[in-house]
């Protein structure tokens, strides 16, 4: 954990001498300034990591030597779908960054009826790919050798129009509701949980409506009212002080 890491979507063998990925070169050399023989750490989001030092640097190229794998995961037990209504400006990409650090399995964003960015077409495109770059990095830096899924942007209407999992707890944060998270029915073990956010203004009361209908119980964090960039991640962290790996005694050290 003390190396440096990097994300490198190639095939990875023990052994195997490759020139690592532009982003990756640039941050380990204008960045990082890392040098011939330094080692560091590669993972290609599927599980497991590499030992890997660094075999010639000329600033516009790294090479780098895969040394042994390991099997290291630091996944949380807990998998949680985080359904965020998108943000304006750079709170969603602050979301989604702590979401990540904080053991989230899936980002779903959605567009509800008081979201103020309503990115579509080339822009949703975009975006996404500006948020999976930020997963990358959040990786990158939590430890996490594996990349939670982001899902496409789409209405929350259409969303909750789909079958639900008949197996997901689903709880949304509402200002109204009477329910805390401790108060929450006891989850079967391995039971995935799927969490509802609004955006600047919480979810319209049509929205909270049709999210009721579909499974959703409203839950609270207190009586303050949370920014929608803080909502998320303080429920996150409620639900793995409460549920997840922040009960866990650690292994890995």
């Avoid at 600033?59 to 099997?71: G, K, M, P, Y």
């Avoid at 990115?119 to 830096?141: K, N, Y």
């Amino acid at each position: 954990m003390n190396h440096p890491r990097f994300h490198c979507p190639l095939p990875l063998v023990a052994g195997a001498r490759f020139d690592l990925p532009e982003r990756a070169a640039h941050h380990a050399s204008a960045v990082l300034r890392l040098r011939c023989n330094d080692e560091l750490t590669l993972f290609d989001g599927s599980g497991g990591e590499y030992r890997a030092r660094v075999v010639a640097n000329d600033r516009r190229r790294v090479t780098v030597e895969l040394r042994d794998w390991s099997a290291v995961e630091r996944e949380s037990r807990l998998s949680v779908t985080l359904v965020q209504a998108v943000q304006a400006g750079d709170k969603m990409d602050l979301t989604i960054q702590k979401a990540v650090e904080l053991g989230v399995a899936r980002i779903v964003p959605v567009l509800s009826r008081r979201s103020v960015a309503r990115p579509a077409g080339e822009r949703a495109w975009r975006r996404l790919q500006h948020w999976q770059a930020v997963i990358v990095s959040a990786c990158e830096q939590c430890g996490r050798n594996r990349l939670p899924e982001l899902a496409p942007i789409e209405s929350l209407d259409s969303w909750l129009a789909r079958p639900p999992s008949a197996a997901a707890l689903r709880l949304m944060l509402a200002t109204d509701a009477v329910r805390s998270l401790a108060a929450v029915p006891a989850m079967s073990v391995g039971q995935p949980v799927e969490l509802l956010i609004g955006a600047e203004g919480g979810l319209a009361a049509e929205e909270l409506r049709l999210a009721t209908l579909s499974g959703f119980l409203p839950v609270s964090l207190g009586p303050r009212i949370l920014r929608t960039e803080t909502a998320g991640f303080a429920a996150l962290a409620a639900l793995q002080a409460l549920w997840g790996d922040f009960k866990e005694e650690r292994t890995d050290v």
